[in-house]
């Protein structure tokens, strides 16, 4: 018998992710989150730009295809890590998702940091974590809350993220 002229219709595969990080706040030191440079008296403190945001979501990403974490594909006692900018362990885990033939369907993340406001930069960080994962923007969700002064959130010297992230088996090719 003849194979159908159309691709069967499978069920399709689905792979979620969680990712979390934290990073001391420190003078001097840029804030960056979710690849944007916000304006702040305090930055986070790490060996790289300590973005905690594209942390959160690299992990989040190495975790759905069951590949371990960010300290171990990126050692902070490499000193090619040093100071460099987050997108690049964002762009390699992507990569590997891809490889193992998953695209991302959409992620939701949680940065949760007392001051600056977050609001106000929500949608320029969306668009680059948008551009970063080549999705939508719609299916970038970012939440900001505050440690409601207390803990060592609330007192301004830690920042956290939590990103979930949902990976979907890319279509396979048609049998004709
Ligand atoms: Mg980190």
Same mark, same amino acid.
């Given at each position: 018998? !003849?194979?159908?002229?159309?691709?069967?219709?499978?069920?399709?595969?689905?792979?979620?992710? @969680?990712?979390?990080?934290?990073?001391?706040?420190?003078?001097?030191?840029?804030?960056?989150?979710?690849?944007?440079?916000?304006?702040?008296? &305090?930055?986070?403190?790490?060996?790289?730009?300590?973005?905690?945001?594209?942390?959160?979501?690299?992990?989040?990403?190495?975790?759905?295809?069951?590949? $371990?974490?960010?300290?171990?594909?990126?050692?902070?006692?490499?000193?090619? /890590?040093?100071?460099?900018?987050?997108?690049?362990?964002?762009?390699?885990?992507?990569?590997?998702?891809?490889?193992?033939? /998953?695209?991302?369907? !959409?992620?939701? @993340?949680?940065?949760?940091?007392?001051?600056?406001?977050?609001?106000?930069?929500?949608?320029?960080?969306?668009?680059?974590?948008?551009?970063?994962? $080549?999705?939508?923007? $719609?299916?970038?969700?970012?939440?900001?809350?505050?440690?409601?002064?207390?803990?060592?959130?609330?007192?301004? &010297?830690?920042?956290?993220?939590?990103?979930?992230?949902?990976?979907?088996?890319?279509?396979?090719?048609?049998?004709?």
């Amino acid at each position: 018998m !003849n194979p159908p002229p159309f691709a069967v219709l499978e069920p399709p595969e689905f792979r979620v992710g @969680i990712g979390y990080d934290c990073h001391r706040l420190v003078p001097d030191r840029p804030l960056m989150l979710g690849g944007v440079e916000i304006e702040s008296d &305090k930055g986070l403190l790490g060996h790289s730009d300590a973005d905690v945001v594209l942390h959160a979501i690299t992990d989040a990403l190495l975790g759905a295809v069951g590949q $371990g974490d960010i300290g171990e594909l990126f050692p902070p006692s490499d000193p090619q /890590w040093k100071d460099a900018p987050s997108s690049v362990f964002v762009r390699h885990a992507v990569e590997l998702v891809q490889g193992y033939g /998953w695209r991302v369907v !959409n992620l939701d @993340i949680v940065v949760v940091i007392e001051r600056p406001r977050i609001l106000p930069h929500r949608e320029s960080i969306r668009e680059n974590i948008r551009k970063l994962l $080549g999705i939508d923007v $719609g299916a970038v969700g970012l939440k900001a809350k505050t440690g409601e002064g207390i803990g060592p959130v609330g007192k301004g &010297k830690l920042a956290e993220s939590h990103a979930v992230v949902l990976l979907m088996r890319r279509e396979k090719p048609k049998l004709m």
